[in-house]
């Protein structure tokens, strides 16, 4: 047994932190190009620069078979009718998978297969738990009205890989129609927005 390794810390389940940690922020601004509506983020950058999800993580143990672990906090709040969201990853180290488990609030996970044709929008909420299978890109969205906040523990080799996000981003979205959240193919959500723009 490797009592060096650190084997305490306590969360506060509404900060989504955990106590001690630094906390590192994602502003509107380091998501450029992931939201769908170019002019509703143009738009809100000018009004400001808002914290849109915070994350504090235990990552010093890095042997093989080591576990990481980080809370979130995603803001609730929306640019145009997609809500605030993380910025995604598939791990740099493609098979491994990863267990979510939700502490406060209403959100979702948008899970997808590499080519972007399996797609699974899955709850995460106050006692819920997701199992993010290996090579599988996924995203945290707040689709409720109070910080949604949660853990991810994940293999100490699992890593983040955000380029390919950043390239091809996902291939769905998660809107709010009739002020209910709505899972939509991005291209047709594109039509949409280009199709409002016109009238
Ligand atoms: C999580 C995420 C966290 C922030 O700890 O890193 O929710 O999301 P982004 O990393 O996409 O900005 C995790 O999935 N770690 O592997
Ligand atoms: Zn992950």
């Given at each position: 047994m490797e009592l060096t390794k650190e084997l305490f810390t306590r969360l506060d389940p509404t900060?989504?932190?955990?106590?001690?940690?630094?906390?590192?922020a994602?502003?509107?601004?380091?998501?450029?190009?992931?939201?769908?509506?170019?002019?509703?983020?143009?738009?809100?950058?000018?009004?400001?620069d808002p914290v849109i999800y915070e994350t504090s993580g235990v990552e010093s143990a890095s042997g093989e078979g080591d576990l990481h672990y980080a809370a979130g906090k995603i803001l609730p709040g929306k640019i145009g009718r997609e809500y605030f969201m993380t910025k995604g990853h598939y791990h740099?180290?493609?098979?491994?998978?990863?267990?979510?488990?939700?502490?406060?609030?209403?959100?979702?996970?948008?899970?997808?297969?590499?080519?972007?044709r399996q797609v699974e929008l899955v709850?995460?909420?106050?006692?819920?738990?997701?199992?993010?299978p290996g090579n599988t890109a996924h995203r945290t969205i707040n689709i409720g009205d109070e910080p949604l906040t949660y853990i991810g523990i994940y293999p100490a080799r699992a890593g983040h890989d955000y380029g390919s996000i950043a390239v091809k981003n996902f291939a769905h979205v998660v809107v709010e129609v009739d002020g209910e959240p709505r899972l939509m193919k991005r291209e047709d959500f594109l039509k949409e927005i280009a199709i409002n723009k016109e009238l």
């Open positions: 900060a989504g932190v955990i106590e001690g940690k630094s906390v590192s994602r502003r509107l601004s380091d998501l450029k190009g992931l939201f769908a509506d170019e002019a509703a983020f143009d738009q809100a950058l000018q009004e400001g740099a180290w493609k098979p491994a998978a990863e267990v979510y488990i939700g502490f406060q609030g209403r959100g979702v996970m948008l899970l997808e297969s590499e080519d972007g709850p995460l909420e106050a006692n819920s738990i997701v199992y993010v």
